[in-house]
């Protein structure tokens, strides 16, 4: 059925067509993008970078690939470490599937293993239980392009531009030297890639070609991430053959005059804890610790010490649950290694 308008309806249509056709352009050229000649602070970032080296057309043509992506910066605001308690994190991490993957992954590669404990003194159940917790042994590295990510927190994250912007940096300089296309890395939202989720300053500052092959490559080559996290931990001090955490015992509710669960090195004096009812499970510790009070979903708590090695695990993800995941993953895996050797 052919409909015919009155001159006032198509009037009336001409001019909705022409408000919607308005509105639309409005929301295209309200759409974030990463045009330096129409960001001054994205011109100014592109000024730096240029001055540090990096080459103008490189980061330009870059920039022309970049897509904002709002479910990164809602997905900064979410992150299981801001929200749940001990056993609710530990049970996303701490699992038998975890545990066996982890014996699994430090049986292929023993000899890398090996080596990195020799030359870092990490044992082989704690860089495996990084990378298990990080990207459960590399089989889920992220789905987010990296330059995305790091674009859209770079200069639309309304706290923490200076960060990333220092990020995407740094990610544009490996892409650029290892000849990677920009748009091609996935990650993580926050820009964190490969086996051990490095974020790029970490890439450049640790990554190590653990297999000799010439290349930093913690994509695709597992040898080079077991020697990257070893060698992440000794810069940060880890200390070979060190305790990282003691089991204790304590108050129904944890003292307000101790200050629990902060991530700076070892603070406490275990003495002044025993004082108020915090004390090892078995025998003594002496000197500074990190006193732990873990809220469990029951409303108790379960607490624990922390010694320097914990703190460097502290320098991977800044979370003392992160911390804690870690090392109990390490412990359970290390626990099965044991059974399988014995």
Do not use: C
């Amino acid at each position: 059925m052919k409909w015919n308008m009155t001159g006032g309806q198509r009037r009336f249509g001409l001019l909705l067509a022409s408000i919607l056709l308005g509105w639309g352009a409005g929301v295209a050229q309200a759409t974030p993008n990463f045009d330096p000649a129409t960001h001054a602070e994205i011109g100014k970032w592109l000024d730096d970078v240029t001055r540090q080296g990096l080459a103008r057309d490189d980061v330009r043509q870059a920039l022309e690939q970049a897509r904002f992506r709002q479910e990164v910066l809602d997905a900064m605001q979410g992150a299981a470490e801001h929200r749940l308690s001990w056993h609710e994190y530990r049970d996303i991490f701490v699992q038998p599937k975890r545990i066996r993957q982890g014996v699994a992954f430090i049986e292929a590669h023993r000899e890398a293993f090996s080596r990195a404990e020799q030359e870092f003194g990490v044992p082989p159940a704690y860089i495996a239980a990084i990378i298990g917790v990080e990207t459960f042994y590399g089989q889920y590295k992220g789905d987010h392009r990296v330059l995305d990510s790091l674009a859209t927190l770079a200069f639309y994250h309304p706290s923490r531009g200076d960060f990333f912007s220092g990020e995407l940096a740094a990610f544009l300089e490996i892409t650029f030297e290892q000849g990677i296309p920009a748009r091609k890395p996935e990650g993580s939202y926050a820009g964190a890639m490969g086996y051990p989720q490095f974020i790029p300053t970490s890439y450049q500052a640790y990554a190590v070609d653990f297999d000799g092959d010439g290349r930093r490559d913690l994509w695709d080559d597992p040898v080079d991430a077991i020697g990257s996290v070893g060698n992440y931990f000794a810069e940060h001090g880890w200390r070979r053959g060190a305790p990282v955490v003691t089991p204790a015992e304590g108050p129904e509710t944890p003292p307000g005059s101790i200050d629990f669960n902060a991530t700076r090195p070892p603070y406490a004096d275990a003495s002044r804890l025993a004082q108020v009812g915090i004390v090892p499970r078995v025998g003594a510790v002496q000197g500074r610790v990190i006193p732990l009070a873990l809220a469990r979903t029951d409303g108790r708590y379960r607490y624990a010490l922390g010694h320097r090695n914990f703190y460097v695990i502290t320098r991977y993800n800044h979370s003392y649950l992160y911390a804690m995941a870690v090392t109990e993953l390490a412990s359970r895996i290390q626990a099965a290694l044991d059974e399988v050797d014995g």
